[in-house]
């Protein structure tokens, strides 16, 4: 299974991904998220919560949270995927644990979306990891069922 | 990422899968399924429709098609996964291609998984390979949302 991020994926497929950056905060981190970044609580963190389109339809809402001292600038996400201004910091995400599951959009997600309130979405929550094993990333994404699927192929070695 | 069947991985959690075959028909494939098991037109084709459930509760919707000679009998599968039982007989699934999404449940399933219409599901489509590569089985599975997710660690080699 190979490491890629969504933005990349659209781009290889000529979808013309477009980001709007809804939310883009430094704040110290709540015990949640503390613990999911394996930070102590209070440090500071980047929270930052965008909307994904290609061909000019939405497609997901992606919610990160990552140490401020590796958050990329707000015009940077506008611009390139989060692993991609990463990758352009010196960051190399090598390992990461994806759960993927779905659930029914509440209203905010649905007018974001331009779903229905209840519509189906697909959820990826995923925690990343660099070479050293610090983790560099907590995600959490949803996207419209209609418009996307994640692919994997499983191996019995 | 493992190659591991739903109900081995209930088993392993001590939650008591149990299987309902509500469907058991062996019959010449229609063109869409002879397309994705790769086989000519006509060819007898097993279509198993299961209810898992888990501890007591509905689970997952699972339709598999087969070519007919590796089609384990129905009781089989009501004491066993599919997979187990095409160990029994031999066959090593050496590769499968996961297709991951959402979906609103239909009425059918609905009913069968004690959601109401129109709940978000998750959705598993698989085509499995044996060692020689040949397709073995073609799967297109249904989860509650609430129940269910999907686990994988992707590494960037």
Do not use: C, W
Request: proline content about 6%.
């Amino acid at each position: 299974v190979e490491l890629t991020s969504l933005f990349d994926d659209l781009a290889r497929a000529g979808q013309e991904p477009a980001t709007k950056v809804l939310e883009y905060t430094i704040a110290p981190a709540s015990d949640d998220i503390a613990e999911q970044l394996n930070l102590p609580i209070g440090s500071e963190v980047l929270t930052v919560r965008r909307l994904r389109s290609s061909g000019g339809q939405p497609l997901a809402l992606m919610t990160n949270h990552l140490p401020a001292a590796l958050a990329p600038d707000r015009p940077e996400l506008e611009q390139a995927g989060l692993y991609q201004a990463l990758r352009s910091r010196g960051v190399h995400i090598r390992l990461a644990r994806q759960r993927i599951g779905a659930k029914a959009a509440d209203r905010d997600e649905a007018r974001l979306l331009n779903e229905k309130p209840k519509a189906p979405l697909l959820t990826m929550n995923r925690t990343a990891f660099d070479d050293s094993g610090r983790i560099v990333e907590y995600g959490s994404h949803v996207y419209r069922a209609a418009r996307y699927y994640f692919e994997t192929t499983l191996v019995d070695r």
